[in-house]
Every structure is written in C-alpha cells, then in structure tokens.
C-alpha cells in the first residue's frame, strides 16, 4: 500500500490466493537479476530463482508490477543486467518499468560475503559510469520502440557521476518517485516555481536552518543561496554525516534523528542553529511520528532549542519561507 518493494520469496499459496482476491495493483517488486540461479544466491528465499513466473502469475491476476535491480559491482551488472532488462522487457505490459540502483551499504555489511559472491562494495566512479551508459543504451531503445524510457537511473547514479538530471518529461508519471527515481529532478522544478514566489522581504531577520544528507548538500546549497538573497533572511544548509549506519550511507532517507540531533545541538553550542530548523520528510516513518531509529518527533522537538519544521517538497519549503513573511502560504 505503501511501494514497499517485496521480493516474492516467501509466498505460500493461500498469500497467492489473497493476492488474488484483493487485486493490489500495481506491486513493487525487488528483482535484482532474473538469472534464477544468481537470483538463488543473492535473494533467501525457498523459491527466489522463480521470479519471472512470479511475475507472469501476477499478470495472469490482473496485476502489474514496477520493479528494481539493486546493483551490485561485479554480480548482476555487465551482462547480467543485461540479461535482465531484456527479460523484463519481455513482460509487457505486466512488468511496467525498472529501476536501476546502487547497493546502499552500511558500516555493517560493507565487504561482506554471501556465499561464494564476490564482497559487495560501493561503485567506483568508472563502475558507475559504465552503469550509466549502459543503461543509457537500453532508454534509447525503448525510447524509440514505446515512447518512455522503461528503466530509470535511480538519482544517485546521477550524484555518483557528475551527470545532469534528466529533464520531467524523462520520467513520465514518476512512478518510483519514493524509490529515488526522479525525486532530484522533481525538486529541482519544484524550486525554480518557488524562487518566483518568495517574499520580497521577511519583517525581521530570521535565521533559516535546512537539514540535508551528504549526497543531497550540492543542491540545498544552492538553495540557501537563493533563500539567503530574501532581505532579512539568512539561510545555511547543514549535511548530516550518518553515524548509525555509516559514512556510505549518504541518502536523506536513512538519516537517523540522533544524529541529526547531535548536529543540532552543536550548532546550538556554537550559536549558529537558526530561529527555524527544516528537515525532509523522508527522514519520518509513513505516519510522521518516528525517526528510523525510533527517536519521535515530539522528543526530537523538544530537544531542539528553535522551531522545527518537515518538508516533503520544494513546495512545502517555500510554504515555510512565505509564512515567515507573513504572506498566504
């Protein structure tokens, strides 16, 4: 309900049945490498290599499916992934796109082994390139066989390499947005229309605080410049370097509250927190109440010396910023 992604490894029959009855549609479904006995060797499962009839028995309910392939150095790239969006490609329209995405590592499972796999590591940035243009073939040619790209270069791609951000049209309906697919892009246009809309100047100066990951810094830079042109208003943009799960882990999502409470507080110490504290939503949980690592909202608030908003958009962000003025959000 929620684009969760699920593996389709441990369905029992009655699972099938409910799956069946209730028609959920469309499901998002982690593939990773259609090979069934690589798939057997990166996914647990009793029955991981039978994703491709998994996802003929979803069509044949009426349900489609997006997709993704978390992407690992040397394991089901190269040909590999290859192989898979070609055989994705050829479930039409049941499979209804693909996301290509690095493997995220923490601290924990960084170089670690399964089986006889080769370690899993981050990209290096001639990896990643080749990623890229790997895929950048495939677009080409579903581009021009059905009008879209099919499979989508989730953002980091994008931070690991330096390239620019396709334009909206690339990504259609942005599908798997919450997959990290588009989201820059989306943001991006989303703040070149509050950029027009900005208060001509705030009543008083105020200090304006925004949170950002490390990989998404370059941007909420910019965008602190642009705010930091309002008369009276003085914005800086703060990355968080994530603690709990480690230094690779650079997306806003998986900031964790402490950490971020950590920076605050010595922001605090050295007088530089601001008079409003902004942070994506993303950090939050479905309901908007918890952190990843269970610090709520009301204990991070009342830990924070200044008022603390979330921001799910450029939108809502520039919604804060028109409110300090005093004008209709």
């Given at each position: 309900?929620?684009?969760?992604?699920?593996?389709?490894?441990?369905?029992?029959?009655?699972?099938?049945?409910?799956?069946?009855?209730?028609?959920?549609?469309?499901?998002?479904?982690?593939?990773?490498?259609?090979?069934?006995?690589?798939?057997?060797?990166?996914?647990?499962?009793?029955?991981?290599?039978?994703?491709?009839?998994?996802?003929?028995?979803?069509?044949?309910?009426g349900i489609q499916a997006h997709t993704q392939l978390v992407l690992c150095p040397t394991i089901n790239d190269g040909a590999w992934?290859?192989?898979?969006?070609?055989?994705?490609?050829?479930?039409?329209?049941?499979?209804?796109?693909?996301?290509?995405?690095?493997?995220?590592?923490?601290?924990?499972?960084?170089?670690?082994?399964?089986?006889?796999?080769?370690?899993?590591?981050?990209?290096?940035?001639?990896?990643?390139?080749?990623?890229?243009?790997?895929?950048?073939?495939?677009?080409?040619?579903?581009?021009?066989?059905?009008?879209?790209?099919?499979?989508?270069?989730?953002?980091?791609?994008?931070?690991?390499?330096?390239?620019?951000?396709?334009?909206?049209?690339?990504?259609?309906?942005?599908?798997?947005?919450?997959?990290?697919?588009?989201?820059?892009?989306?943001?991006?246009?989303?703040?070149?229309?509050?950029?027009?809309?900005?208060?001509?100047?705030?009543?008083?100066?105020?200090?304006?605080?925004?949170?950002?990951?490390?990989?998404?810094?370059?941007?909420?830079?910019?965008?602190?410049?642009?705010?930091?042109?309002?008369?009276?208003?003085?914005?800086?943009?703060?990355?968080?370097?994530?603690?709990?799960?480690?230094?690779?882990?650079?997306?806003?999502?998986?900031?964790?509250g402490q950490d971020v409470l950590d920076r605050l507080n010595d922001l605090a110490a050295r007088g530089e927190l601001g008079d409003?504290?902004?942070?994506?939503?993303?950090?939050?949980?479905?309901?908007?109440?918890?952190?990843?690592?269970?610090?709520?909202?009301?204990?991070?608030?009342?830990?924070?010396?200044?008022?603390?908003?979330?921001?799910?958009?450029?939108?809502?962000?520039?919604?804060?910023?028109?409110?300090?003025?005093?004008?209709?959000?």
């Amino acid at each position: 309900l929620f684009g969760n992604f699920i593996t389709l490894t441990n369905l029992k029959e009655k699972d099938w049945q409910r799956l069946d009855e209730q028609r959920l549609s469309p499901l998002y479904v982690s593939v990773h490498v259609t090979d069934a006995e690589l798939r057997r060797k990166m996914v647990d499962g009793p029955r991981a290599g039978d994703i491709l009839a998994h996802l003929q028995r979803l069509g044949a309910m009426g349900i489609q499916a997006h997709t993704q392939l978390v992407l690992c150095p040397t394991i089901n790239d190269g040909a590999w992934l290859d192989t898979s969006i070609e055989d994705l490609a050829a479930l039409r329209p049941i499979v209804q796109s693909i996301a290509a995405v690095p493997v995220g590592l923490t601290r924990h499972n960084n170089m670690l082994k399964v089986g006889d796999l080769p370690a899993m590591r981050p990209y290096t940035l001639e990896e990643a390139q080749a990623v890229v243009q790997q895929v950048q073939g495939w677009q080409k040619r579903f581009e021009a066989e059905m009008g879209e790209p099919f499979i989508y270069l989730s953002d980091e791609w994008y931070f690991l390499t330096g390239k620019k951000f396709p334009p909206a049209r690339h990504y259609g309906a942005f599908e798997q947005i919450e997959n990290g697919v588009g989201m820059t892009r989306a943001f991006l246009d989303g703040w070149r229309r509050q950029k027009k809309r900005l208060p001509a100047a705030l009543p008083q100066p105020t200090r304006l605080t925004l949170i950002t990951s490390a990989m998404a810094a370059p941007i909420l830079f910019e965008v602190a410049s642009d705010l930091s042109e309002v008369p009276n208003l003085e914005a800086r943009a703060h990355p968080i370097a994530n603690q709990f799960w480690g230094p690779l882990v650079t997306v806003a999502g998986l900031l964790c509250g402490q950490d971020v409470l950590d920076r605050l507080n010595d922001l605090a110490a050295r007088g530089e927190l601001g008079d409003l504290v902004v942070l994506p939503r993303v950090m939050l949980d479905n309901a908007g109440e918890r952190f990843l690592d269970d610090v709520t909202v009301a204990d991070f608030k009342a830990q924070v010396p200044a008022r603390v908003e979330f921001a799910r958009n450029a939108e809502e962000l520039g919604e804060l910023v028109r409110e300090l003025a005093g004008a209709p959000a």
